[in-house]
Nanobody, 122 residues
Framework: QVQLVESGGGLVQPGGSLSLSCLAS????????MGWYRQAPGKQRELVAA???????VYADFVKGRFTISRDNAKNTVSLQMNNLNSEDAAVYYC????????????????WGQGTQVTVTS
């Protein structure tokens, strides 16, 4: 059974930090890259970062130097450390499975978790 469960969102002030986690079922985690997406109200869902099982990463330009993706292959978990948050980072964050090819991330299938809300406000 495909399962994705995101957690770790919350309310943070500008300049603050949050760490998100996504627990995935082994069937989709083991051999796939895992990606974090976000969707703000009225905007399309966009890729934030992705990481392959062998450690290759993809980052959106707007998070480079601020966000770090990591994965624990033993725990089927992919995490996103977010630092120096600003109001434009406020969104619902989702994870999914995919593949990284020639430096780009391609999601696989239509499996998404429920998302976790990140709110940035002073």
């Amino acid at each position: 059974q495909v399962q994705l469960v995101e957690s770790g969102g919350g309310l943070v002030q500008p300049g603050g930090s949050l760490s998100l986690s996504c627990l995935a079922s082994r069937i989709i985690f083991s051999n796939n890259a895992m990606g974090w997406y976000r969707q703000a109200p009225g905007k399309q869902r966009e890729l934030v970062a992705a990481m392959s099982p062998d450690g290759r990463t993809v980052y959106a330009d707007f998070v480079k130097g601020r966000f770090t993706i990591s994965r624990d292959n033993a725990k089927n978990t992919v995490s996103l450390q977010m630092n120096n948050l600003n109001s434009e980072d406020a969104a619902v964050y989702y994870c999914n499975a995919g593949t990284i090819y020639r430096g780009a991330y391609y999601p696989i299938g239509n499996a998404w978790g429920q998302g976790t809300q990140v709110t940035v406000t002073s």
